[in-house]
């Protein structure tokens, strides 16, 4: 049964939007085509709306009414919003990256998620329309629980509407994931970076890795598994080389807080299957966060990834961390094969680091330089 709604027809989005210079290109990152109807059939005034990077699959050619009133938002569910106040977000990372200003009043497209942010915000989906708030660049919409002591209050939005097709239902990043495929037999070498927690420099790391693979000469795919959606790590891992990039987006989820531990293996799953069709000669995943946060840590424990990570790197802010998380990870039966992240930048916190573990410590040089970056993958170093 559909959820019950008010739908108002998206002729009338013209008159909620000033129209801007963007165009309907502007809607769909050409990068990540999943084929469907064409945007140039998007109707009049949705394509000079913003939308945010978390959006960057759907396509608008379907969106028919947009559903007022008497809903409860999904996880996943298409918006349109208004800024009514700005606070610690005051951009909106587009599809292709950019990152645009926005003012009061200013309509835009993004998506309800809940977010886990140990130095931003932790928030969920609110239970009704009411207003809420943009808690991350890459255009989650959300309801704040709590902050960081150090950052603004989050820039507050009203939701307007969620984007519908004709017959009322929601549409939802699920309806462009990827497609499920069956992992071949022939995947790449799988090296997985996790970490104590967020910017312990575990993208840093991973880019860091493709361009030593890449010196090297192999085609290398990356996948950032869990996190909040957002660009930054995509288009970092997309620079340092990697021919494809995903992450749980492309799976149809805009973050992976509060989702179910089977869903987030399945995410997992679906993002190696998909990468694994892509010819390439390694695969490096990112999984955000911490060991102790729940969704990374069912993650780490999962019969999946058991299966398929053969190597790991663990990124830590300080030496101390760098231990206790390489040690919890031991004590689960996880092998570490080296250690890398911020705490790198101190040649005394790799000293300690290395002495109390006896791992390889590898920083942003080490981990590009070709011959370690392979003997790595290979298990040799």
Not at 99 to 119: E, F
Not at 264 to 281: A, N, P, T, W, Y
Request: net charge neutral.
């Amino acid at each position: 049964m559909y959820r019950k709604a008010k739908l108002q027809s998206l002729a009338s989005l013209t008159e909620l939007t000033s129209m801007s210079s963007l165009s309907a290109d502007d809607f769909h990152d050409p990068a990540t085509a999943t084929g469907g109807e064409a945007d140039a059939n998007i109707l009049p005034g949705l394509a000079a709306i913003r939308r945010g990077f978390a959006t960057r699959r759907a396509h608008f050619s379907s969106v028919a009414r947009l559903t007022v009133d008497e809903v409860r938002p999904q996880a996943g569910d298409l918006v349109l919003a208004e800024i009514t106040s700005l606070g610690q977000h005051t951009r909106l990372e587009l599809p292709d990256g950019r990152r645009s200003q926005l003012y009061v009043g200013d309509r835009i497209v993004v998506t309800y998620g809940n977010r886990y942010a140990p130095d931003q915000f932790e928030a969920e989906v609110p239970a009704d329309m009411g207003p809420c708030h943009l808690v991350a660049a890459g255009g989650i919409a959300s309801r704040l629980i709590g902050k960081h002591a150090r950052v603004k209050a989050p820039t507050r939005i009203k939701p307007v509407g969620l984007l519908a097709r004709e017959d009322g239902r929601a549409l939802n990043l699920r309806d462009w994931s990827v497609e499920a495929r069956s992992i071949p037999k022939s995947l790449p070498p799988v090296i997985v970076v996790t970490g104590t927690a967020m910017n312990a420099g575990k993208t840093t790391a991973a880019a860091s890795l493709i361009k030593g693979l890449q010196y090297a000469g192999m085609r290398v795919g990356a996948a950032k598994v869990t996190g909040t959606g957002a660009g930054g790590d995509f288009w970092q891992m997309k620079d340092a080389g990697a021919v494809e990039v995903v992450d749980f987006t492309d799976a149809g989820y805009a973050t992976t807080y509060q989702v179910a531990p089977n869903d987030v293996e399945k995410i997992f799953v679906r993002l190696l299957s998909h990468l694994g069709g892509m010819h390439l000669d390694a695969i490096v995943v990112e999984v955000a966060d911490g060991v102790l946060q729940m969704e990374t840590s069912e993650l780490l424990m999962s019969s999946a990834f058991a299966f398929y990570c053969q190597r790991m790197i663990f990124a830590a802010g300080d030496a101390l961390g760098a231990l206790a998380g390489a040690q919890w990870l031991q004590q689960r039966g996880l092998r570490v094969d080296a250690l890398s992240g911020a705490f790198t930048a101190s040649p005394l916190a790799v000293r300690e680091a290395s002495t109390a573990l006896g791992l390889p410590v590898l920083g942003k040089k080490s981990l590009s330089d070709p011959d370690i970056a392979v003997s790595l993958l290979s298990g040799r170093l």
